[in-house]
């Protein structure tokens, strides 16, 4: 089993950042995607970003140029950087682990807690 914990969230203004962690502990495949997901009420769910196993990053169209995905092999750990955040961000964000690139939620066997970011006007 894969075990994922978020954490970073918290209250900000629109035009601040938040950066999420995303700790990964037990068994660690050699082959995956790493994606952090977010959802908001009345909203689906929606993969903000992913990252896989090769550094190769994906974005969701209303995020790229404000977030950015990373990971640090050696903590285990990926993170999400949000920069310029609008109210609409304002959601539970998700911590995800699947093994191949997928958008799709179902495609994640592994998820984390969630943590949520809040984004004033």
């Known amino acids: 089993q894969v075990q994922l914990v978020e954490s970073g969230g918290g209250l900000v203004q629109a035009g601040g950042s938040l950066r999420l962690s995303c700790k990964a502990s037990g068994s660690i495949f050699s082959i995956y995607v790493m994606g952090w997901f977010r959802h908001a009420p009345g909203k689906q769910r929606e993969l903000v970003a992913s990252?896989?196993?090769?550094?190769?990053?994906k974005y969701a169209d209303n995020v790229k140029g404000r977030f950015t995905i990373s990971e640090d092999n050696a903590k285990a750990t990926v993170y999400l950087q949000m920069n310029s955040l609008k109210p609409e961000d304002t959601a539970v964000y998700y911590c995800?682990?699947?093994?191949?690139?997928?958008?799709?939620?179902?495609?994640?066997?592994?998820w984390g807690q969630g943590t949520q970011v809040t984004v004033g006007s």
């Open positions: 990252i896989d196993n090769t550094g190769r990053t």
């Open positions: 995800a682990r699947g093994s191949w690139d997928s958008r799709n939620p179902n495609d994640y066997p592994y």
